[in-house]
């Protein structure tokens, strides 16, 4: 139970230590809203990527990582539950 509240601890602040993107330039740009209208976002710009720190991370991987962990406690519990059978 300690592994697994250290590893919640660990996953967790490096989700949280992820580096803030910021827009560098303060011009704003008229965008279609939901519902109709116009709304107006200042400090973006338009069709240009903006490096973060998770830029290489697809859902992809992501769902791979959460499968690959609920198999890991999958294995880890049944072996638990085996030796105390035993």
């Known amino acids: 139970m300690k592994k697994l509240v250290l590893v919640t601890a ?3 602040l490096a989700l949280l230590a992820a580096k803030p993107v910021y827009a560098e330039d303060q011009t704003c740009v008229q965008v279609p809203v939901y519902g109709g209208g116009v709304g107006t976002v200042c400090g973006a710009k338009t069709h240009e990527p903006i490096n973060t720190a998770f830029e290489g991370i697809t ?3 992501v769902g791979g990582a959460l499968v690959g962990a609920s198999g890991v406690l999958a294995y880890f519990a049944r072996k638990v539950r085996s030796q105390k059978s035993a």
Do not use: E
Request: proline letters at 17%; hydrophobic letters at 65%; charged letters at 0%.
């Open 10 to 12: 660990l996953v967790s």
């Open 59 to 61: 859902p992809a991987m």
